[in-house]
């Protein structure tokens, strides 16, 4: 039989994605559930759900076409990296694996994705492609805009094991009067000022360290 699911306000990682409403009907063939559902936000923009849970082998795969769905849902998965992750992302990815290892793949524009960076406390935003594999997300001469829409282009990738034990490469390169440090003297830490700065930046590390080359 087919059953109807409506959920309002539905959140993922503290972030309202809109109301889903999904049907669901055991398949037979594959001992699966489908799931076909919508997911709706405040501005009409309709993201939907096709897939399947597989309860006796503890896997899914389920495929989302989505169109604008906030991207706050991402920060757990970039902690060590960048902070209050804002914008929305349109494109197509599948959620693949058993319930405690999944995978994502598939591509997606940003819209006016913005972030910040912790150890040089500034912060960025650009709309542009991001690309997304088993074990990686990556990006590759991307338009990058800091807080006074000066210009840089960037490129590199976050490899990850299931969203934990994070690896990253990134380069900024191009940059033109790049606002890329703001530390305040009353932070406790020995260095500290204002910086902007032209050239490139190569910034590699893991969830325990990280190392930036300047140029």
Do not use: W
């Not at 037979?28 to 597989?54: E, P, R, W």
């Not at 800091?146 to 490469?169: L, M, P, S, V």
């Not at 305040?184 to 969830?207: E, K």
């Amino acid at each position: 039989c087919t059953r109807k699911l409506d959920i309002s306000n539905f959140s993922y990682n503290n972030t309202t994605l809109g109301n889903l409403s999904v049907h669901s009907m055991l398949d037979f063939a594959t001992m699966g559930i489908l799931l076909k559902g919508v997911i709706s936000n405040q501005k009409k923009q309709d993201s939907y759900v096709d897939g399947y849970i597989f309860p006796t082998k503890d896997s899914i795969s389920i495929a989302f076409d989505v169109d604008h769905v906030p991207l706050k849902f991402i920060q757990p998965f970039i902690n060590s990296i960048l902070i209050d992750a804002e914008g929305e992302a349109s494109g197509h990815v599948v959620l693949e694996g058993n319930f405690e290892r999944i995978t994502v793949y598939g591509d997606a524009f940003a819209h006016n994705f913005s972030f910040g960076v912790p150890f040089i406390n500034t912060r960025y935003h650009l709309s542009d492609s991001l690309h997304f594999d088993k074990d990686k997300i990556y990006f590759d001469n991307v338009t990058l805009y800091d807080e006074f829409e000066n210009t840089a282009k960037g490129r590199g990738y976050i490899k990850h094991k299931y969203f934990t034990q994070t690896e990253y490469d990134i380069e900024i390169y191009n940059a033109r009067k790049m606002f890329v440090f703001d530390v305040p003297r009353t932070t406790g830490i020995p260095y500290y000022g204002t910086i902007f700065g032209s050239g490139d930046v190569r910034v590699i590390g893991n969830d325990y360290n990280t190392n930036i080359a300047v140029n």
